[in-house]
């Protein structure tokens, strides 16, 4: 089992920054990848940005450039990723989503994190 918690949203104007933190807390030694999904009113939820254990990153078109995911870190008993947003625009209001995927294919994730960009 993996515990997944997700901070860091807030409301900021166009063209600010946030950082979105992701910790997942239990059997953290089965983890392939952690990453970023996004989902904004009557929309799907979309991949924002993922990184796996091995360091390889995968990002939507949407935020290459100004998002940047950090490796996972690993302190005691927690795994923590970081997303660095950056220019951010309005269209990329949404709820944040952490997913942590272990290697027997599992996933679990985050309550979300609401980031509004707005002046």
């Known amino acids: 089992q993996v515990q997944v918690v997700d901070s860091g949203g807030g409301l900021v104007q166009p063209g600010g920054s946030l950082r979105l933190s992701c910790e997942a807390s239990?059997?953290?030694?089965?983890?392939?990848?952690m990453g970023w999904y996004r989902q904004a009113p009557g929309k799907q939820r979309d991949l924002v940005a993922t990184?796996?254990?091995?360091?390889?990153?995968?990002?939507?078109d949407s935020v290459k450039g100004r998002f940047t995911i950090s490796t996972i870190s690993r302190d005691n008993a927690k795994n923590t990723v970081y997303l660095q947003m950056n220019s951010l625009k309005p269209e990329d209001t949404a709820v944040y989503y952490c997913?942590?995927?272990?290697?027997?294919?599992?996933?679990?994730w985050g309550q979300g994190t609401q980031v509004t960009v707005s002046s």
């Open positions: 997913k942590t995927v272990v290697f027997q294919g599992r996933e679990y």
């Open positions: 239990g059997s953290i030694n089965s983890i392939y990848h």
């Open positions: 990184i796996t254990t091995y360091g390889s990153t995968n990002y939507a």
